[in-house]
């Protein structure tokens, strides 16, 4: 009962920007860390972002100074702020998060249905 709904993805030039959104509904007392992954066809799939429950964020280096993770918990939403697009960009954008369902149960890990974002040069 608990799902990730990711939007934002679409077709950008390089050097444009977009900003992805995922929100998490269902039955959740607390959402821990949320972060973004990526697939391109043929590759596995890699850690772009990442931002716990705190605030502390990673990032691949890839991508590094060019996105930005961010989160707002009373909408247990995250967003991806993504500049300077590059075609090596374009990819399904996955958001993941960790949450618990209960003050005492253990941590429960979801997968978004993704959202493809396609950089042209």
């Known amino acids: 009962q608990v799902q990730l709904v990711e939007s934002g993805g679409g077709l950008v030039q390089a050097g444009g920007s977009l900003r992805l959104s995922c929100a998490a509904s269902g039955n959740i007392f607390s959402v821990n860390a949320m972060g973004w992954y990526r697939q391109a066809p043929g590759k596995q799939r890699e850690h772009v972002a990442t931002?716990?429950?705190?605030?502390?964020?990673n990032y691949a280096d890839s991508v590094k100074g060019r996105f930005t993770i961010s989160r707002d918990n009373a909408k247990n939403t995250v967003y991806l702020e993504m500049n300077r697009l590059k075609p090596e960009d374009t990819a399904v954008y996955y958001c993941?998060?960790?949450?618990?369902?209960?003050?005492?149960?253990?941590?429960?890990?979801?997968w978004g249905q993704g959202t493809q974002v396609t950089v042209s040069s």
């Open positions: 993941d998060a960790s949450l618990t369902k209960s003050a005492t149960g253990p941590r429960f890990h979801y």
């Open positions: 931002i716990t429950g705190s605030g502390t964020t």
